[in-house]
Antibody
Framework: EVLLVESGGGLVKPGGSLRLSCAASGFSFSSYSMYWFRQAPGKGLEWVSSTDSSSTYIYYADSVKGRFTISRDNAKNSLYLQMNSLRADDTALYYC???????????WGQGILVTVSS | ENVLTQSPATLSLSPGERATLSCRASQSVSSSLAWYQQKPGQTPRLLIYDASSRATGIPARFSGSGSGTDFTLTISSLEPEDFAVYYCHQRGNWPLTFGGGTKVEI
């Protein structure tokens, strides 16, 4: 069974940092591209960042470029999102998702809530 | 940025009726478009990828069509469990984008 479990979320003050983790199991993690998406409360879906299987190709949404860093550890079957200089509009449920190379994301985690508030 | 515009925003139908959802892209994505279903409190579920291919385990009542800039998701006969929000999503251009969603309600 494919499982993606996010952790590391919580309440943080504006300007603060958080590191999200996504533990993957049930599939060959090192063969898949991995993604972070987010969904603000009551809003639609937004792509945040993605990495290919070997971390060669990494992309960011303009809204997070320069503040967020995606990384992965294939030996630990884990995906990460380092989030710095957090703002109120980063408040959202953050999902990790897998995708076969050049394909759409087919499995998503349950999400982890990040709240940025003073 | 490739803006995806979904219409209508809300579709009010009854079980057994046909649902037709539209997604229009501001730039061509060829066939690099997917549809996701999301129910309250749940994770998005991939329904259709590459514009018209059903994902694993998706019932045949769901079908997708279109290419370039105009796409359609059709649910041939609504089941009670189909009432949800549907998002289109493109990976034809960076940045990846989603439509604003269509809520299918009773």
């Amino acid at each position: 069974e494919v499982l993606l479990v996010e952790s590391g979320g919580g309440l943080v003050k504006p300007g603060g940092s958080l590191r999200l983790s996504c533990a993957a199991s049930g599939f060959s993690f090192s063969s898949y591209s991995m993604y972070w998406f987010r969904q603000a409360p009551g809003k639609g879906l937004e792509w945040v960042s993605s990495t290919d299987s070997s971390s060669t190709y990494i992309y960011y949404a303009d809204s997070v470029k320069g503040r967020f860093t995606i990384s992965r550890d294939n030996a630990k079957n884990s995906l990460y999102l380092q989030m710095n200089s957090l703002r109120a509009d980063d408040t959202a449920l953050y999902y990790c998702a897998r995708a076969p190379p050049s394909k759409f994301s087919d499995y998503w985690g349950q999400g982890i809530l990040v709240t940025v508030s003073s | 940025e490739n803006v995806l515009t979904q219409s209508p925003a809300t579709l009010s139908l009854s079980p057994g009726e046909r649902a037709t959802l539209s997604c229009r892209a501001s730039q061509s994505v060829s066939s690099s478009l997917a549809w996701y279903q999301q129910k309250p409190g749940q994770t998005p579920r991939l329904l259709i990828y590459d514009a018209s291919s059903r994902a694993t385990g998706i019932p045949a009542r769901f079908s997708g069509s279109g290419s370039g800039t105009d796409f359609t998701l059709t649910i041939s006969s609504l089941e009670p469990e189909d009432f949800a929000v549907y998002y289109c999503h493109q990976r034809g251009n960076w940045p990846l984008t989603f439509g604003g969603g269509t809520k299918v309600e009773i």
